[in-house]
């Protein structure tokens, strides 16, 4: 018998598609009266934000990842295995590819999925800007695998470095950071703090202020570019006292295999780069009949709804979407972009299921805060959330940070779920070393 509720299929399980998945299976799907699906090619979530954490070891992915299948049975939504291919909007269905395993045997079929209403959330890749050298030589940080291959990587070359008889190499411990938007900005200043733990477990043919150079390297005329000119000296400042080599005004030209070479001609010698430049949607987005803009985000109108199809939603990093109706400017790809945009999306659909008119979505901006390991957190609250503008650093700025994290998990487990894994983890914190290390 074919079922007679409406269909909403969730694309991408990130931190917005997740959010919102959990929030509709709650409320609409364990009572029946919609079937919510989330299609997902990978099995667990981590959140985004966190990656740098994962890259430098001072985050542990099996305590802070999620199953999605897991998730699904708790919050009475379906996951499907699977990356989207294709969207087929006269039939109203997701065309899903087949998955193989690393032998290459086949997991799942391609299959297709109906809709009535489909929601685009699958977030952002980096972008590089057609620079040679990128793909084979960098790592790019925009996934969980891509993240713990870094670290691996880290690892490996202290253990090398430790045990070798020969004089160490000058640049066969530089980390060089193409990129310093926040991620690789909080990327340097976590591998400061997470080398030097390293370095502390015997590690004595090593000495970080000596044998360990850090390069951040941005194209633009200061570092932090898209936040207050305030945040970004107060980083800068903080970096030069961790040692950082900060390059501005430096366009790298080609990525080499133990280098990076600027437009100028400069080279930056380094063991391992890390592409932390720029983001764009995924390119399949283009080829959907939808409209898109030059990153391949779907333009939304103000209700978030594709302007192309209405059946259609998109959100996060994916979603070209204006900060309000009458504005020119376009939400920043930032966590609390996703989290708004999901807390409005769940209850626009079932409005619109209702047969109500949707009300149009505002971002509000709650301001930006950088965090730079243990050493600080910097930044601004804005806007609707204080009245004003009030700039932050230290101790409370990095309670404000944390806090951007609980609420992403308290919106996915609920206020006493996240408090007593909360206390779980500081417990285990305890016994366990500060720094992964393997």
């Known amino acids: 018998m074919v079922s007679s509720v409406p269909k909403i299929v969730v694309v991408g399980g990130g931190a917005g598609g997740l959010e919102l998945v959990t929030q509709l299976g709650d409320k609409l799907g364990k009572s029946g009266r919609a079937e919510v699906t989330l299609i997902e090619r990978g099995r667990t979530h981590f959140w985004k934000p966190h990656l740098h954490e994962l890259a430098a070891g001072t985050v542990d992915l099996d305590v802070h990842e999620l199953d999605y299948l897991a998730q699904s049975h708790w919050h009475g939504f379906k996951y499907r295995f699977g990356e989207m291919i294709g969207l087929d909007r006269t039939a109203r269905q997701v065309l899903v590819g087949p998955v ?24 952002s890749r980096i972008n590089d800007f057609g620079t040679p050298g990128v793909a084979d030589h960098a790592i790019a940080l925009e996934s969980t695998q891509e993240a713990d291959r870094f670290h691996r990587r880290l690892i490996n070359a202290f253990l090398r ?161 204006k900060w309000h109706a009458a504005s020119q400017r376009f939400v920043p790809p930032r966590a609390q972009a996703a989290h708004q945009q999901a807390s409005y999306l769940q209850r626009a659909i079932r409005r619109q299921l209702a047969g109500k008119v949707l009300r149009p979505w505002r971002y509000r901006d709650f301001g930006s805060l950088v965090s730079l390991g243990d050493y600080t957190t910097v930044g601004n609250l804005m806007g609707n959330f204080v009245g004003g503008n009030i700039w932050l650093e230290g101790l409370f700025a990095r309670w404000m940070y944390m806090s951007l994290y609980k609420m992403h998990e308290i919106a996915l487990h609920g206020f006493w779920r996240t408090a007593l894994s909360t206390l779980g983890r500081m417990i285990a914190a305890q016994t366990e070393p500060r720094v992964k290390l393997h």
Request: glycine residues 4%; hydrophobic residues 50%.
């Open 161 to 321: 470095a430790h045990a070798q008889h020969e004089p160490l190499r000058p640049e066969q411990l530089n980390v060089a950071i193409v990129g310093a938007g926040a991620t690789g900005v909080e990327l340097a200043a976590e591998l400061h703090n997470a080398t030097r733990e390293l370095v502390s477990f015997s590690l004595d043919n090593i000495d970080p202020d000596k044998h360990i150079r850090l390069h951040l390297i941005e194209a633009s005329p200061r570092i932090l570019p898209a936040l207050p000119v305030r945040v970004s000296d107060a980083a800068l400042r903080m970096l030069h006292e961790l040692d950082v080599e900060v390059h501005v005004n430096a366009r790298v030209a080609e990525v080499l295999p133990r280098a990076v070479r600027l437009a100028d001609g400069t080279v930056i010698a380094a063991e391992m780069v890390v592409w932390a430049a720029g983001v764009k949607a995924p390119p399949f987005l283009a080829e959907l009949g939808l409209q898109t803009n030059a990153l391949n985000q779907v333009l939304v109108d103000e209700c978030l709804r594709s302007v192309s199809d209405p059946a259609i939603f998109a959100i996060g990093d994916c979603a070209a979407a």
């Open 100 to 123: 193989y395993d690393e032998s290459g045997e086949k997991i799942v079929p391609a299959r297709r999925f109906d809709y009535d209403v489909l929601v685009l959330a699958v977030g």
